[in-house]
């Protein structure tokens, strides 16, 4: 009987460590699915953001175009308004 018992608490501990390891697998296996999840809605998030962007090089492109062609006509503009100035200031003294 002796015997017997010894190798039934044999059995057990065994039972015992193979019911802890899979505890410890299901966490870990939660966790990674929680990773997986999380990683996903991280990628989804970035391509929204890299796609809103993608709208935001044209608009940018375009004001880069503008500024440029304001910044040829500047040396004109400042020199018409000095004239100008320069007019008008004798006349209001």
């Not at 966790?31 to 709208?55: N, P, Q, Y």
Request: charged share 30%; hydrophobic share 40%.
């Amino acid at each position: 009987l002796r015997t017997k018992q010894a190798e039934l608490k044999e059995v057990m501990d065994k039972l015992a460590a193979l019911d802890a390891d899979l505890r410890d697998k299901k966490t870990r296996k939660e966790k990674l699915e929680f990773d997986v999840h999380m990683c996903t809605v991280k990628l989804d998030r970035a391509e929204k953001l890299i796609k809103g962007l993608g709208g935001e090089k044209a608009r940018w492109t375009g004001a880069a175009n503008s500024l440029g062609e304001q910044y040829v006509q500047l040396t004109g503009d400042v020199l018409l308004a000095a004239g100008q100035i320069a007019y008008l200031g004798p006349f209001t003294a």
